[in-house]
């Protein structure tokens, strides 16, 4: 199962997380958004997204997985296996 998610904000100030699971054959087998009402940093939110995607996953019995995400710096911090006191290292522990 791949996993894709994207952040994206609104001239509100909110902030979108999208979350889309497929299959093997591309098919989507599911979606998921939540929605932030304060703008958040592009990585906090990127890495937000990916805690997401990783809690549907896990709750719906995902035991394979690839994540796929446009953040390097969320995808570098995930497969790091350093210690990062920021924010986003908080929740990549998580």
Do not use: W
């Amino acid at each position: 199962m791949k996993i894709n998610v994207n952040v994206a904000t609104r001239v509100t100030g909110a902030t979108m997380v999208g979350i889309v699971a497929r299959d093997h054959n591309g098919y989507v087998q599911m979606a998921a958004g939540r929605s932030y009402p304060q703008l958040l940093d592009p990585m906090v939110g990127e890495t937000l997204a990916i805690k997401a995607g990783l809690e549907l996953a896990k709750a719906v019995g995902m035991k394979s997985i690839i994540i796929e995400s446009d953040c390097q710096g969320a995808v570098r911090m995930l497969n790091g296996g350093t210690v990062d006191l920021s924010t986003q290292g908080k929740l990549i522990t998580d």
